[in-house]
């Protein structure tokens, strides 16, 4: 089975699209054709936006299905005139909070993810640039890392450091374990003074195998001999320095940074 969705939003549709995948994934067997429409915040983008609708169901035959997050009533009901099955992520929600605070939503546009709180939005963007200066062991001054994580070449601790500086604004470093940090199976001095702020991230020799060929083709580098060796020995020197650790193997980012989170006692919200 096929279906179309589109996700709509005043805004970026982010949230539309976030929310509209976490529920689709519920109906496995079904193949989503998706689309994002953001920034539909007048009547004309709206109309333009229910004439692709509608064209797309004349064609098909198969009613679109549209995960909307736009805060004007108005051009909720321009949409929904393209015959879609509507979803209103906000519907459930604005009805009892109105009756629960006493007080009408503002219908406001770009109010989830627009440039509204300068100081969390510097905070964002310091700790993505911390986490940047501080990839792959480059700037030895970890005072400030609210984590660092560590784990062979290509385990995943880039991207998982750039999402929870981007997301929640942590400051995360990271570092590299070298083929000299695991033959002497020591925790590197630099690192010793943080050890209550470490985590590891681990993953199946395989598929480290498969991503560092992508990288390096033909290398030692990217030979399954030499990722299994130093994954075994990275496992040995995390449980012997009591550092946490993770296997990335079949876990999200997202994922990833919850159970850290979570691991290492570390509260925070989503910007």
Not at 109 to 124: I, M, Q, T
Not at 196 to 220: K, M, N, V, W
Not at 238 to 253: A, C, D, E, K, Y
């Amino acid at each position: 089975m096929q279906r179309t969705v589109f996700f709509i939003s005043d805004s970026t549709g982010i949230t539309a699209e976030t929310i509209g995948n976490s529920i689709l994934a519920q109906f496995e067997g079904v193949n989503f054709d998706k689309h994002r429409l953001p920034f539909i915040d007048d009547a004309t983008k709206a109309e333009a936006a229910a004439l692709r609708i509608k064209t797309h169901y004349a064609k098909t035959g198969e009613k679109p299905i549209v995960v909307n997050t736009m805060a004007d009533r108005a051009l909720c009901d321009i949409v929904a005139a393209s015959g879609a099955l509507m979803l209103d992520v906000f519907a459930p929600f604005i009805g009892p909070l109105e009756t629960e605070l006493g007080t009408k939503r503002s219908g406001a546009v770009n109010r989830s993810h627009g440039l509204v709180d300068f100081d969390k939005y510097e905070a964002r963007i310091n700790a993505t640039n911390y986490a940047l200066s501080h990839d792959d062991g480059m700037d030895v001054d970890y005072a400030q890392a609210d984590l660092i994580l560590v784990g062979v070449s290509r385990s995943g601790k880039t991207p998982t450091c750039l999402y929870m500086a981007l997301h929640y604004g942590v400051s995360a470093a990271n570092y590299p374990l070298t083929d000299e940090d695991l033959e002497k199976l020591e925790l590197p001095a630099r690192l010793r003074p943080y050890r209550d702020r470490l985590f590891g991230l681990t993953i199946e020799p395989e598929r480290l195998a498969q991503i560092r060929e992508q990288r390096r083709a033909g290398s030692r580098y990217a030979t399954l001999k030499q990722c299994k060796w130093e994954l075994e020995q990275a496992d040995r020197l995390m449980r012997q320095s009591g550092i946490p650790f993770l296997n990335t193997t079949h876990v999200s980012i997202e994922e990833i940074a919850s159970k850290i989170f979570e691991k290492l006692g570390i509260e925070r919200t989503m910007y």
